[in-house]
């Protein structure tokens, strides 16, 4: 099974809340058979305990550590927020408009978040997910990620 499939990959959401998108990258994660539906919580959980805002327009959202039994393969799903959701607060704005759902089996998680980390440590790489037309050209833009 590969990691990022096109069916995990959503293009030009709109979300109101952060809850939102961490729910629809959950529920991608759910659709291609990387996580058991009760992750999707653990990853709002998790968004409570600490945020998973990355910087750099991006957040990775998880779910916590008694979640990884809820876990069947690792696995990415990717959500393109053109107009961006605030994963900070009213008063101090995180803008969002790449969110990358993870899950990963045993300590793969970290190997994943690292990458995709590397990847978007530069902004014209965000940038250039945040406008991509395709789900290929996303996959291309990540091909390195595994």
Do not use: W
Request: glycine share 8%; aromatic share 6%.
């Amino acid at each position: 099974m590969e990691i990022l499939e096109k069916k995990s990959i959503k293009l030009n959401q709109s979300f109101t809340t952060k809850e939102e998108a961490i729910k629809a990258a959950g529920q991608l994660l759910v659709d291609s058979n990387y996580v058991d539906q009760n992750y999707v919580d653990s990853m709002l959980e998790r968004e409570g305990k600490a945020s998973t805002y990355m910087g750099n327009f991006i957040a990775i959202p998880h779910g916590t550590d008694e979640s990884k039994k809820l876990i069947q393969s690792s696995g990415i799903s990717v959500v393109q927020i053109p107009d961006g959701v605030n994963f900070g607060t009213a008063d101090a704005e995180k803008l969002v408009t790449v969110v990358f759902g993870i899950a990963g089996v045993g300590n793969e998680h970290l190997d994943i978040l690292s990458q995709i980390a590397i990847y978007c440590s530069e902004i014209e790489n965000v940038a250039k997910l945040a406008s991509a037309q395709s789900e290929d050209e996303i996959i291309n833009l990540l091909g390195g990620i595994e």
